[in-house]
């Protein structure tokens, strides 16, 4: 069985590091698992002190050591600290957990780099914080509470996006473990599982559990629909596409039901799973997706721009997204896997890791694709096919999203390097399932 390897989980391990250095413990060193976000937590956490007293704490374009940063050097008596970000993350919400902290006494003020902060012990007590634009305001507040004078208890009457986010931070702040290395990352995860489901080739993925702290393990649930099933291994999960579940076919497939689904508690997933659909030919209407274009590119508008690009009809609202898929679309001949079938590859049963692939497929990004991948594929009738010119707005996710395209039609993608935010190996990894994908 294929077993391509995934990184860390990014949201374990920032939220772990803020805690150990919360109880004066060291902090990780880095390895080759460590994503952008990782080292953009470690580096704010470790922020150099200058010769004027003050800190210069780098963020780059990572949202999450940017908001847990803040709350951390808010809460840390007599630290002063300038919080710096790159522009889009700038622009990006973070008033609501400014303005909390400002209420437990923390100068926050506004700085042409990000924010300027100077820091106390937080004096506890009912702390009110608008959630629904981000539950890493409520994470935030969450790490630092044991820090306060008195106990300090957290409430976001005005409802939470994302919250099993939270739920994780507040079973990590109450637990006394904070092992290291963290579990493998679900979000990354899903986009393997959606490629199991599009591909018809099985993996295991080793570092992550049935009942992981992640909220995004919820996305198992979607298999019935995206066609793939998780179970239990030692060390991990196995992947397998649905049985009976055909990859090609040469007739049209009957139209699938209409996939009817809220992303309000795992919104970074909506993007693939929306894509995945389409690709499997299935319509459907997804809500809870107020914050998409809130994030590192306007997520809502780039899958709406995906899905037509795919010959989708699709319309959206602040918060919703219908899409229409074309007729046939489930059925669309696959030519690598048709022609790795026909060589007796393909289903991936009894394989270990690597075994089978080319050398290049073990090598990084733009190196582990065919040359197939690098040329146009031909269609039944041996002409090269259009490769659909795709930007993924230099986000990570949305360049997932261009990968599982990539099982489907030829790709050109603008902007690949993104994915080392939360992957840094993905192209390497991503490429046992064979994407006809030009990385620019």
């Known amino acids: 069985m294929l077993r391509p390897e995934l990184p860390y989980s990014k949201s374990i391990a920032n939220r772990v590091m803020v805690l150990r250095s919360l109880r004066g413990m060291a902090l990780p060193e880095p390895d080759a698992r460590w994503s952008d976000d990782m080292h953009a937590m470690r580096r704010v956490l470790d922020a150099p002190l200058g010769k004027d007293g003050w800190r210069l704490a780098h963020a780059g374009p990572s949202g999450m050591a940017y908001r847990f940063g803040m709350a951390f050097w808010a809460a840390q008596p007599g630290s002063k600290v300038v919080l710096c970000a790159d522009d889009r993350l700038r622009e990006r919400p973070v008033q609501a957990l400014v303005d909390a902290l400002r209420s437990q006494g923390a100068l926050i003020e506004p700085d042409e780099l990000g924010w300027r902060i100077q820091g106390l012990r937080l004096p506890g007590g009912i702390l009110e914080v608008d959630s629904r ?61 959606a490629a199991v489901g599009l591909r018809g080739i099985g993996i295991d993925l080793l570092g992550l559990s049935l009942d992981s702290l992640q909220g995004d393990a919820a996305s198992m649930e979607w298999g019935p629909d995206l066609k793939f099933c998780v179970s239990g291994i030692d060390g991990g999960l196995r992947v397998e596409p649905t049985p009976g579940v055909a990859v090609l076919a040469s007739e049209p497939l009957p139209a699938l039901p209409e996939w009817v689904v809220d992303f309000k508690g795992l919104p970074d997933l909506a993007m693939p799973a929306i894509v995945a659909a389409a690709l499997q030919g299935r319509s459907g209407m997804a809500s809870g997706l107020l914050t998409l274009n809130l994030k590192e590119s306007p997520r809502l508008d780039a899958t709406v721009h995906m899905l037509r690009a795919l010959g ?129």
């Open 133 to 193: 634009l981000s539950s890493q305001f409520a994470s935030a507040l969450t790490l630092v509470a044991e820090t306060a004078e008195n106990p300090l208890e957290i409430q976001w009457s005005s409802g939470m996006v994302s919250a099993p986010y939270w739920t994780m931070t507040q079973r990590l702040a109450q637990g006394r473990n904070l092992d290291w290395p963290p579990e493998r990352d679900w979000s990354a995860a899903f986009v393997f599982l």
């Open 312 to 440: 989708c009809n699709a319309e959206q609202g602040p918060d919703w997204l219908r899409w229409t898929a074309p007729d046939g679309a489930g059925s669309q001949a696959d030519p690598l896997t048709a022609s790795r079938r026909e060589a007796g590859e393909g289903s991936g049963l009894g394989r270990e890791a690597g075994e089978g692939l080319s050398d290049a497929s073990r090598r990084g990004a733009g190196e582990g694709l065919s040359d197939a991948s690098r040329r146009g594929a031909a269609d039944a009738n041996g002409r090269e096919r259009q490769r659909l010119e795709l930007d993924c707005l230099d986000d990570h996710r949305m360049a997932f999203c261009a990968g599982l395209i990539a099982l489907r039609r030829p790709v050109r993608l603008r902007q690949s390097a993104a994915v080392s935010k939360s992957f840094p190996d993905f192209w390497k990894e991503f490429s046992v399932f064979g994407p006809d994908i030009q990385l620019v």
